[in-house]
């Protein structure tokens, strides 16, 4: 065991893990083990984790709800840092907000607005990733997005604490600045805006939304969407028009009932969905000239 390792057991105890697989920790329910898993229960946790690997000049990978990444099946080397800090906090006021640790649920940040008669944030009820997840890759849906929701984010870098502004975050769609960096930070917390509003109208919202998602979105394990929507078109548009809807390898398939999803019909392996990304990305190319980049995260050793 490295001393690096060592050190994290000794600090972590139960909260630490050798050689943890990974796949119950991803929607997907796909993915080798880490060589180190650890719990963070809290943002002293969290904060702990990440300066220990650096102290020890390592990285790690984090992890939310894993909703939106691709684990390899050979899994991950070294630290994985699993968030599970999440305390939040309704700030009511002249000018009301929520304030949740990033390993909270988005979707339970919605449903505690509501709770509340707060409006702004119930296309999130969808969103089945952490706020970290959501505030790294600017989640949305229905029109919403964490860009013009947020307030602020508190971020950990090996260089201290920050707290950052959505222009700071540099938001783009599917996109942010933290994500873009060729340095790590560890986002910690973030507020967002809410409004007074109509409990009635808020509920009917929430669940006009959810109800929209059950007839669209194919059940089973996903990552949701695959790949990101091309200027004025959509992925899934594309891939069904190459004729690729349905199309199987191994366990993994290009769902058929939402060309986006790629889902694991049980036992599928990171290879065989892989492949069909791949797979995807070329005949797209092909058939009409267009690159499809990927929303979701390839992540580990392949
Ligand atoms: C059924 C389904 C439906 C979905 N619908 C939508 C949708 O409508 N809109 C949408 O935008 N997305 C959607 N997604 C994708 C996914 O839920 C979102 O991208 C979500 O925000 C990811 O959060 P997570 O906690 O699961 O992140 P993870 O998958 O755990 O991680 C994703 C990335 O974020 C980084 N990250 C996570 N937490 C932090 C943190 N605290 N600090 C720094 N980096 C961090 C990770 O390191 C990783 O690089 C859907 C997914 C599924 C499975």
Request: glycine letters at 10%; a neutral charge; aromatic letters at 8%.
């Amino acid at each position: 065991m490295s001393s690096l390792a060592a050190e994290l057991c000794r600090h972590f105890e139960k909260d630490a893990q050798e050689n943890a697989l990974l796949a119950p920790y991803t929607s997907a329910r796909i993915g080798g083990a880490a060589d180190l898993l650890l719990t963070a229960r809290s943002l002293d946790a969290l904060r702990q984790a990440a300066q220990i690997c650096w102290a020890h000049g390592q990285g790690f990978t984090l992890l939310g709800a894993g909703s939106n990444l691709l684990v390899s099946d050979k899994g991950i080397r070294g630290v994985v840092i699993l968030n599970r800090a999440k305390r939040q906090e309704i700030r009511p006021g002249a000018e009301p907000a929520i304030w949740a640790e990033s390993g909270a649920s988005f979707s339970s940040l919605a449903r505690a607005a509501a709770a509340q008669a707060f409006t702004g944030l119930e296309w999130a009820v969808t969103i089945p990733g952490t706020v970290g997840g959501a505030v790294y890759g600017n989640a949305g849906a229905f029109g919403g997005e964490v860009a013009t929701d947020l307030l602020w984010a508190e971020a950990l870098t090996r260089q201290g604490e920050q707290r950052l502004s959505p222009a700071q975050m540099g938001y783009a769609y599917r996109s942010s600045a933290l994500k873009r960096a060729e340095t790590p930070a560890l986002l910690l917390a973030a507020q967002f805006r809410l409004a007074p509003g109509d409990p009635a109208q808020i509920q009917s919202k929430m669940e006009e939304f959810t109800r929209r998602r059950k007839a669209s979105q194919p059940p089973g394990a996903s990552m949701g969407s695959m790949f990101k929507n091309p200027p004025g078109d959509y992925a899934g548009r594309l891939i069904e028009a190459a004729g690729l809807k349905g199309k199987r390898l191994g366990n993994a398939q290009i769902s058929p009932i939402h060309a986006n999803f790629f889902v694991n019909l049980g036992n599928a392996t990171a290879q065989d969905l892989r492949e069909l990304i791949f797979l995807t990305q070329q005949t797209v190319q092909q058939q009409f000239n267009v690159k499809l980049e990927t929303e979701v995260e390839m992540v580990g050793e392949w």
